[in-house]
């Protein structure tokens, strides 16, 4: 992996990011879905490179910007990031080294 999309060290995260989860719950009968914010986290955003765009866009995924955050966050691929004004879709998540130590979030901009 590139090293300008992978930032292991914790000092390289420099932005500010908050986890959106759907949370369901019941309400007289009802199941009410509310999304809950979590965080912030510490977390380092990248705009993904040219080249790795071409090679998500062969595989029909429009991805658009890698996210490091520490392993110990629990995160899940059906929540969403808001960083800054903008939320990102998450794509797929990864343990590059598979020691729990980073993850490696493959996400798209919702626009």
Known sequence: MNKIEYKSRPSARKHKIILLRDEKKNESGFIK????????????????????????????????????????????????????????????????DENGRDKIIITQEIR
Do not use: M
């Open 33 to 96: 879905t509310e999304t809950k914010e979590h965080g912030p986290y510490w977390a380092s955003v990248v705009p993904l490179s040219e080249r790795l765009r071409t090679q998500y866009q062969s595989i029909s995924v429009s991805a658009t910007h890698t996210v490091t955050i520490s392993g110990c966050i629990t995160i899940y691929e059906n929540d969403k990031i808001k960083f800054k004004n903008r939320i990102l879709d998450i794509l797929t998540i990864k343990d590059p």
